[in-house]
């Protein structure tokens, strides 16, 4: 597939290609082009020339247009969800939801989007008007990871769009065929260079960040990226919208019942192979419960299966790419050389010779100096570590760099409270991991980065607000020079 600028599929100046692979069966879905930053330019020239069209459509109107985009995206449901299975992994199932939260966030953001104006504020003179403005940047630089392609890229373009700005989109390079399948079914009625596809990796993203004319970058992606988009963008004092990695504790209360303590551990960790930003990677159990809790745990994960996420039986598809893999199986070699026991999976199955397949594993005996309970880890892993009270369990779960999300598995309301109160991060769940909602923010703390997508919040990143002071008479003032003088 080709690049998308200004309205048109273009392979532009790139002379190299990406192959993008399906994980299940190392097969060569197509190819895309590298683009260069002479392509990045043209989509960001398209983008500001049509910002200032775009900027001055009535807010109703492109409400309209992004309901339009979401109903195509609907009538498409099927075939997007299809591509993102073969493209990314994970299992048809999940990549349904992950269409129906991609349209529905178009609508969301197309109905809040037509009710945001800013506000009126007292003057300071009767004879002034006072208010506050929100306008958009201009042109938004997106740049979005391969674990959620649509999902991720509905929470930035969306807002962005409805704020009157327009987009520069930088797919993952292993994910870039459904967004520019977005863009084929669903764009097609907006006006040329409103929203635009430049295919490529960190070179082409790189060039983005760094091209003067755009304003924001709204980025979702490991820390490390993060931190040298800050670089980059620091001397230019542009501003960043950072969704950043996570190393999310699940904590588990004394009161839970088994059954419901090892289903929803099992799908916070391992839904999506673990690939998710707020994957429970750290896993607490009190230690009256461990004992049973870690064999009844083993016994349903290593029930589980593996396998195409095309084939409807299939629990959990493959990782992405043989190098992910191998990091979660460094990870788990140097636990259990640091003593960790492996109580299920953690090996490559024998009767799925082809694709990036990893067994979900279950842990114990680890600590927080294992690689694997304080780094990132990102794939089927679920080690778990016991803790004697509570005040030990939220000491435990804020023992991160990170703080994106945090879930409490309790009935009893008084470490519900402790718990939401006294961690550090942007989501907490109490008994239902990993569920979102349109209307409430997400997003991080620590080195996962301030922002927030959903909700009013994820509007307000893609406004600049403008302050307005307006003294309608417009009388000298007694206040101006010169001073201390008669003729005041
Ligand atoms: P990544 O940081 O490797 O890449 C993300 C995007 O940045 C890709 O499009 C990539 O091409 C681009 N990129 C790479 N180097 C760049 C550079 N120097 N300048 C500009 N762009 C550059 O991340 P990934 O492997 O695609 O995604 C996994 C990571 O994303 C994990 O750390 C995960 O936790 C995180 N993530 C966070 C959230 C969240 O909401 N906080 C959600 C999903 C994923």
């Given at each position: 597939m080709r690049m998308y600028i200004n309205g048109a599929f273009t392979s532009g100046s790139a002379s190299d290609k990406i192959a993008v692979i399906n994980p299940a069966t190392e097969e060569i879905l197509d190819t895309v082009p590298v683009g260069t930053a002479v392509d990045v330019n043209t989509a960001v020239s398209a983008a500001k020339t049509a910002f200032f069209g775009w900027k001055r459509t009535p807010a109703f109107e492109r409400a309209g247009l992004l309901h339009e985009a979401a109903r195509k995206m609907q009538d498409h449901a099927e075939e997007l969800a299809h591509l993102l299975t073969v493209e990314e992994g994970k299992p048809l199932e999940e990549n349904e939801e992950e269409v129906f939260w991609t349209y529905d966030t178009f609508n969301y953001y197309a109905e809040l989007g037509r009710h945001e104006r800013g506000r009126f504020i007292?003057?300071?003179?009767?004879?002034?008007?006072?208010?506050?403005?929100?306008?958009?940047?201009?042109?938004?630089?997106?740049?979005?990871?391969?674990n959620f392609p649509l999902l991720l890229l509905a929470w930035k373009l969306a807002p962005a769009l409805a704020a009157g700005n327009t987009a520069v989109i930088k797919p993952s390079e292993y994910t870039p065929l459904s967004t520019l399948k977005l863009m084929e079914i669903a764009f097609d009625h907006f006006p040329p260079g409103v929203v635009n596809v430049v295919t490529g990796a960190g070179a082409t993203g790189e060039a983005l960040v760094r091209h003067p004319d755009v304003p924001l970058i709204a980025f979702?992606?490991?820390?490390?990226?993060?931190?040298?988009?800050?670089?980059?963008?620091?001397?230019?004092?542009?501003?960043?919208?950072?969704?950043?990695?996570?190393?999310?504790?699940?904590?588990?209360?004394?009161?839970?019942?088994?059954?419901?303590?090892?289903?929803?551990?099992?799908?916070?960790?391992?839904?999506?192979?673990?690939?998710?930003?707020?994957?429970?990677?750290?896993?607490?159990?009190?230690?009256?419960?461990?004992?049973?809790?870690s064999e009844e745990l083993a016994e349903f994960v290593g029930s589980l299966r593996l396998g195409s996420g095309l084939d409807p039986d299939t629990d959990i598809g493959p990782m992405?790419?043989?190098?992910?893999?191998?990091?979660?199986?460094?990870?788990?070699?140097?636990?259990?050389?640091?003593?960790?026991?492996?109580?299920?999976?953690?090996?490559?199955?024998?009767?799925?010779?082809?694709?990036f397949f990893l067994e979900p594993a279950v842990i114990v005996n680890v600590d927080h100096?294992?690689?694997?309970?304080?780094?990132?880890?990102?794939?089927?892993?679920l080690p778990l570590m016991p803790y004697r009270d509570f005040d030990e369990a939220i000491a435990l779960a804020n023992d991160t760099t990170m703080g994106l999300g945090a879930t409490l598995l309790s009935h009893d309301a008084r470490l519900v409270k402790r718990f939401f109160e006294e961690v550090k991060a942007g989501t907490i769940w109490i008994n239902d991991p990993l569920t979102d909602n349109f209307a409430g923010p997400f997003g991080g703390m620590k080195m996962t980065g301030g922002g927030r997508e959903l909700g009013q919040e994820g509007l307000d990143e893609f406004y600049e607000v403008k302050h307005v002071h307006w003294d309608v008479e417009g009388k000298i003032k007694s206040y101006w020079f010169p001073y201390g003088k008669e003729t005041k």
């Open positions: 007292p003057p300071g003179d009767p004879d002034q008007l006072n208010f506050v403005i929100k306008e958009p940047y201009g042109v938004v630089g997106c740049i979005i990871p391969w979702t992606g490991s820390v490390a990226t993060g931190q040298r988009i800050a670089s980059i963008a620091a001397p230019m004092m542009k501003k960043l919208h950072l969704e950043l990695g996570g190393k999310d504790p699940l904590v588990i209360g004394p009161d839970v019942a088994m059954e419901l303590a090892v289903k929803a551990t099992a799908y916070a960790g391992l839904i999506n192979a673990g690939q998710v930003c707020t994957s429970s990677e750290r896993i607490y159990v009190h230690e009256g419960m461990i004992g049973r809790f992405l790419r043989p190098h992910f893999r191998e990091k979660v199986e460094g990870q788990l070699a140097e636990a259990v050389q640091a003593g960790a026991k492996v109580l299920v999976g953690g090996k490559r199955p024998s009767h799925l010779p082809r694709g100096r294992m690689a694997l309970m304080r780094e990132e880890t990102f794939g089927p892993t």
